[in-house]
């Protein structure tokens, strides 16, 4: 019965809506990667690719991968994402305030921590439910 369950599932899947993310998430981290070691040089690339991660661009990737779903999809997917830019704020200003105050790795290591913990406890409160946001 449950083998039977997966097989229907696994059929009722969009496979070329799945190969195109595939494609584009490749696509996207491969240049970066690209990118940051031609650019090594110079903090120009550090600077471009902060922008486009604080701006629209990967908003609209997602947007448009979740637009099949309808706008209540993206409606939750908005909220959450203002949750999770809240908790990125906080990085942020903890990084610029200490970093002259904590070594380099160690902030680091504390931004892992918390990045860890905030998702934990996402997770674990099961904030992403139906209606908690």
């Known amino acids: 019965m449950i083998f039977k369950l997966v097989i229907i599932y696994i059929y ?10 595939t494609i584009l998430g490749t696509v996207a981290i491969t240049t970066m990667s690209y990118l940051n070691q031609i650019y ?3 903090n120009d690339i550090v600077r471009i690719f902060a922008f486009t991660w604080a701006t629209p ?3 609209f990737f997602f947007i448009n991968m979740f637009k099949q779903r309808g706008p209540k999809a993206i409606v939750e997917f908005s909220k959450h994402a203002l949750l999770g830019i809240f908790f990125v704020l906080i990085a942020i200003a903890f990084t610029v305030y200490n970093i002259n105050n904590i070594p380099l790795e160690y902030l680091v290591y504390i ?5 860890l913990f905030v998702t934990l406890c996402y997770l674990l409160f099961k904030i992403y439910e139906e209606g908690v946001l």
Request: net charge negative.
């Open 57 to 59: 661009i990967l908003y």
């Open 111 to 115: 931004n892992l921590f918390y990045t």
């Open 40 to 42: 090594s040089e110079t």
């Open 12 to 21: 009722r899947m969009n496979y070329n809506a799945i190969l195109t993310d």
